[in-house]
């Protein structure tokens, strides 16, 4: 199983960005899949989870500005962020496990990871 994340980049404050993360050896469409990320000096944090039905948890400060869709066809989850602010500047990860998404989730309940991409929002 592969995860391979991909969009991230340099962006002024007020920009928004689209994350990627494309998958191999797994399905998107029976798998949960979910974002974090890890700013410099702190532990990773969830961003969202979003199950094969839809339902989707974000976590409360990234409710209203960012955006987890997937588009099955291409195996691939995205996570639309907006309005970003520069405490948005992290290394964002996609996970993937095969439960559906109750609440956000937790690092361990990951089986699989992406290697990460950097986002950093310029004030």
């Known amino acids: 199983v592969q995860l391979q994340a991909s969009g991230g980049g340099l962006v002024q404050a007020g920009g928004s960005l689209r994350l990627s993360c494309a998958a191999s050896?797994?399905?998107?469409?029976?798998?949960?899949a979910g974002w974090f990320r890890q700013a410099p000096g702190k532990e990773r944090e969830g961003v969202g989870c979003?199950?094969?039905?839809?339902?989707?948890y974000y976590a409360d400060s990234m409710k209203g500005r960012f955006t987890i869709s997937r588009d099955n066809a291409k195996n691939t989850v995205y996570l639309q962020m907006n309005n970003l602010k520069p405490e948005d500047t992290a290394v964002y990860y996609c996970?993937?496990?095969?439960?559906?998404?109750?609440?956000?989730?937790?690092?361990?309940?990951?089986?699989?990871w992406g290697q990460g991409t950097l986002v950093t929002v310029s004030s």
């Open positions: 050896g797994l399905r998107f469409d029976s798998h949960a």
């Open positions: 979003t199950s094969n039905d839809g339902s989707t």
């Open positions: 996970a993937a496990d095969s439960f559906h998404c109750t609440v956000v989730h937790d690092t361990g309940d990951y089986a699989y």
